[in-house]
């Protein structure tokens, strides 16, 4: 006997709940559109999403090869220190976790399930001992629920459009955010804050005369041209935005990394950001120093980048949007105007307008987009609350590896309990960087910039110490001796649907995925290019 559904008709079906499909829904619903929003997933968030710890385990192994690459996961604890440290790379597979017979006797019930499925499942357990790796794992699945951990970790500057369109919508009251305790460069073995203010640039203990007047003659620049924008004739004439600093402005070494990658957010030093957006980019930064705080990045708090997502969906519900989780949707017709959908289970929609993300394209349209690798990342829980250093909220770069550039510098996000992401006495520590290639070498190049920057001489403000007193390298330097002990640490190289080039009904949209982790701004841009083809009337300001 068939199911009978009910019929419902929209004006607009959203598939995907990524950052820019929500700000469509929430536009298109407070201008009244009708709008019905599906999702295959039970998280918001679409491919950026924040877990608990089991959840984050169960979601490498449910998507590798879907989502994930080459997984490498160790639960078995060791410890970096000034004394003695062990080179991440090496495997120490003194028990094979996929053919022997473990004792668990004395697991939790969520503990056995969650081994069961890491050892059916096809990623890789590297320094595996038995027991000592079954009573950490025990004690991490115990306080899984106290873990936020993010896929892909987002930060936002304070005078972002991002942050003024929360602002401006009276969301940013449901979002909690901590401001950046520190932003730093790693150089020659040292981690030191990024000159990234007149004052910081003249108060940097690690540069020359010749490169604080370079440094001060770029900001004079961009500060001139902030007015009458920047010249589009950059572009023609430089390569990038490291193009840029190095021939224009004589930028090179620590001052070029610390502009390029901690402020401009480069990936690559064969980046695509053009110098005028790279500029803008700078620009950006440097205003939103002193807005929240002294940094000019923000943390979203407890669910991570997810929470953008899910704020505006929720937001779009209020209006009326119609949200759909977890749904199994086949489409079975289509006329000159209208699109017919079946939701399994639930019911039979229609609408004029489809807003598509990436990864539905081969389901609503039978059009497969490729997939292509983005990036590589790591994620480390650290025992203390020190973490890496100093208990901060914390950006870090790795530009140099054993002093030579690296051509895809590595990005390290600390976030201790203080963020609201894990237990007392515990940090998270996120580690990416570019990949196209190579999932081992990326990996490699990752694991060994932890032990660097874990082996590296931190300076950092101490809290008793006024910024006029701070006239050398010494009088604000904190590094004592300090044992990193890892309790848990994984890797996965992302995989991410490329946006369909290809023509469409002038009433189906493909909007792209351009959140990155340093920028939101794109999405809101996105978006509305989406909303003047449904609406010209709707736009995000």
């Known amino acids: ?24 829904s929430s536009a298109l619903s407070k201008a009244k559109h009708k709008v019905l929003h599906l999702s ?17 385990i169960e979601e490498l192994i449910e998507n590798e090869s879907e989502e994930y690459e ?18 991440l790379d090496i495997k120490l597979d003194s028990l094979d976790v996929k053919n022997e017979t473990l004792d668990t006797t004395k697991c939790s019930q969520k503990t056995k399930q969650l081994l069961d499925k890491i050892i059916n499942s096809s990623i890789n357990v590297i320094n595996f001992d038995g027991v000592d790796s079954i009573e950490n794992l025990e004690k991490l699945t115990k306080c899984s629920k106290m873990y936020y951990i993010e896929n892909y970790p987002v930060l936002v500057k304070s005078r ?76 023609q004439e430089y390569l990038n935005i490291h193009n840029l600093l190095e021939k224009k402005f004589n930028i090179n070494g620590r001052s070029l990394a610390a502009l390029a990658y901690s402020i401009c957010g480069s990936s690559s030093k064969k980046s695509d950001v053009l110098p ?53 949707t086949t489409k079975i017709g289509e006329s000159d105007t209208r699109y017919l959908f079946e939701i399994e289970g639930m019911l039979k929609a229609e609408a004029k307008h489809l807003v598509v993300s990436p990864r539905y394209c081969a389901t609503i349209l039978n059009k497969a987009p ?6 590589s990342h790591g994620v480390y829980i650290l025992e203390g609350n020190e973490g890496l250093n100093a208990n901060q909220t914390m950006l870090m770069c790795v530009s140099q590896l054993n002093n030579k550039d690296l051509e895809n510098p590595v990005y390290f996000l600390q976030v201790p309990s203080s963020s609201k992401c894990c237990p007392q006495n515990k940090c998270l520590v996120y580690a990416w960087t570019v990949s196209q ?91 509305n290019k989406v909303l003047q083809k449904i609406n010209p009337d709707i736009e995000l300001v």
């Open 1 to 24: 006997m068939s199911q009978e559904y009910t019929f419902e008709a929209f004006d607009t079906i959203i598939f995907g709940t990524g950052i820019t499909e929500a700000l469509i």
């Open 40 to 56: 295959d997933k039970k998280n918001y968030g679409e491919s950026k999403v924040s877990f608990e710890f089991v959840d984050f």
């Open 70 to 87: 080459n997984v490498e996961i160790t639960f078995n604890p060791f410890k970096i220190s000034d004394k003695e440290s062990k080179n």
């Open 160 to 235: 972002s459009s991002f942050v003024n369109l929360l602002i401006s919508t009276n969301l940013g009251q449901f979002l909690e955010f901590k401001g950046l305790d520190g932003n730093y460069i790693q150089w020659d073995n040292t981690c030191s804050k990024v000159p990234d203010s007149k004052q910081a640039v003249f108060s940097d203990p690690f540069l020359t005369l010749k490169e604080r007047l370079a440094l001060s003659k770029f900001i004079k620049y961009i500060e001139n041209t902030k007015l009458n924008g920047f010249e589009n004739s950059l572009d």
């Open 276 to 328: 005028s957006d790279g500029c803008k980019s700078i620009l950006n930064y440097v205003e939103s120093i002193g807005r929240f705080g002294d940094m000019a990045y923000l943390y979203p708090l407890y669910g991570g980048s997810s929470e953008f997502s899910q704020v505006f969906c929720r937001s779009s519900a209020v209006a009326g949007g119609t949200f759909i989780m977890d749904a199994k």
């Open 370 to 375: 490729q997939k292509r690798k983005t990036s």
């Open 437 to 527: 290639n190579c999932n081992s070498d990326a990996y490699k190049t990752i694991k060994q910039s932890f032990e660097q920057l874990a082996l590296s001489k931190f300076i950092v403000k101490t809290e008793n110490e006024d910024d006029d007193t701070q006239s050398d390298e010494n009088s604000y330097s904190k590094d004592v001796e300090r044992e990193i002990e890892v309790v848990f640490s994984v890797y996965y190289t992302r995989l991410e649907y490329k946006s369909l080039e290809v023509e469409v009904d002038e009433n189906i949209h493909l909007p792209k995925d351009e959140a990155n982790n340093f920028d939101l701004d794109n999405c809101i841009k996105e978006a």
